[in-house]
């Protein structure tokens, strides 16, 4: 009988650490067979620039899901897509109540609907989701260092089924999260 690697590693797991259960989904896979999927990579190239072109070109919707966000490029093209009509919501991590720096608080003052994720240690993920079509997610975070100091990549996929569930997520975690209350102007 043939047995492939991740069962191997499952059940070497499962001696080292007995109590440990194998932790099972019933969330199936979405397979998906003809995607276009564009790499970006930084330092180097111009990802902010890629994020604001696919964000200009938003018809309906954009919803938003980030830990960092203090990018001024890449609010301002949300804040434009929001005035011409898109429907923009962000869903942020808490860190984004007292960082010295957000976009947030310029997001909010744009109209744009921003709510704070407080439910986790962090809230971690990186994406974007437009006209449920599109979804830009990465290791990158939607910041300056991000672009210009770190080593970061980030993907944007073509595919509505991935959209869909990147959006099922998004609303999972809107639920549970509480909007944002932004720091007064100078």
């Not at 797991?13 to 003809?34: K, R, Y």
Request: hydrophobic share 40%.
């Amino acid at each position: 009988m043939h047995m492939n690697r991740p069962f191997w590693i499952g059940l070497m797991l499962l001696c080292i650490f007995p109590g440990m259960s194998v932790a099972q989904t019933s969330e199936a896979p979405v397979d998906v067979p003809v995607t276009k999927i564009r790499a970006y990579f930084t330092p180097g190239h111009m990802v902010e620039n890629a994020i604001a072109e696919e964000i200009g070109g938003a018809q309906r919707e954009i919803r938003v899901q980030a830990y960092s966000f203090t990018n001024p490029v890449i609010v301002q093209a949300l804040a434009d897509a929001q005035m011409r009509g898109v429907d923009v919501m962000l869903l942020l991590d808490k860190s984004n109540r007292t960082q010295k720096y957000s976009a947030t608080d310029y997001a909010s003052h744009a109209g744009i609907p921003t709510l704070i994720d407080d439910r986790h240690a962090i809230a971690h993920n990186k994406i974007m989701i437009i006209d449920g079509k599109y979804v830009i997610t990465g290791s990158y975070n939607f910041t300056r260092a991000a672009e210009k100091r770190n080593a970061e990549n980030m993907v944007i996929i073509e595919s509505g089924p991935i959209a869909e569930k990147y959006l099922q997520n998004w609303q999972k975690h809107q639920r549970h999260s509480q909007p944002y209350r932004p720091k007064d102007r100078p």
